[in-house]
């Protein structure tokens, strides 16, 4: 007897396992399938955008005008008491007639005459500058030149020979006589070169 209620027990059990294990097993598989027919919802969080930034731009300040600069000092000149300078007189430097290379003295010469071969006519005469030192200091004085009268009647080769006061009139005479211009010296009906002496005198005006 017991046996047969130890089997009975048995049984019971394991039917009671079986079951178990098949509702388990059957109640997994319901599950699953309930879980796959499930929608997954994804929430994305947007950001707002944001209104662009509106800078107002702001234009610079206009510089303020210059100031003017202050009118110049006005300066007293003091007036003088003559305005008018005193006129320097002077006399234009005297020029003497001429003589020839070893010839004799020759006197003073008139422009267009005939003349003969010995003869020393000037064409262009210019007269020199007074030097402005001499006539401050009120001197007078002469210069001997000797120079070559061209074919063309153009002077070169000046050399001062004399001269009173020395070195005071030599340039002034020297630049002078560079451009006077003589009727050449004929020999045959040509012209040919020819030494000269020229005294040039510098004297001022005294009254």
């Known amino acids: 007897m017991r046996y047969l209620l130890s089997l009975a027990a048995a049984v019971l059990v394991s ?3 079986f079951y178990l294990m098949h509702y388990m097993i059957s109640g997994g598989r319901g599950d699953l399938k309930k879980v796959e027919n499930y929608s997954v919802v994804d929430f994305v969080r947007l950001k707002r955008e944001s209104e662009p ?3 107002k731009r702001t234009l610079p ?3 303020p005008p210059p100031k003017e600069p202050p009118p110049p000092p006005k300066l007293k000149v003091a007036q003088a008491e003559d305005p008018n300078p005193p006129e ?3 006399d234009m430097p005297d020029i003497k007639g001429f003589k020839g290379g070893g010839g004799p003295f020759l006197g003073g010469t008139t422009s ?3 003349s003969q071969d010995g003869d020393i006519i000037p064409l262009v005469r210019i007269a020199p500058q007074y030097p402005r030192k001499a006539a401050m200091q ?4 002469w210069v001997k ?3 070559t009268i061209t074919e ?5 080769d000046v050399r001062v020979l004399e001269s009173n006061p020395r070195r005071i009139f030599d340039r002034a005479a020297v630049r002078a006589i560079l451009k006077w211009k003589f009727k050449p010296k004929l020999v045959d009906g040509k012209p040919v070169t020819r030494r000269a002496v020229q005294v040039i005198e510098f004297k001022l005006n005294k009254d």
């Not at 063309?152 to 070169?156: K, N």
Request: proline content about 4%; overall charge positive; aromatic content about 4%.
């Open 61 to 63: 300040k206009k510089p």
């Open 112 to 114: 267009g005459a005939a």
């Open 88 to 90: 320097l007189k002077m």
């Open 138 to 141: 009120g001197k007078e004085g």
């Open 53 to 55: 930034e509106v800078r």
């Open 15 to 17: 039917l009671a396992l």
């Open 152 to 156: 063309s009647g153009t002077v070169t």
């Open 145 to 147: 030149l000797e120079f």
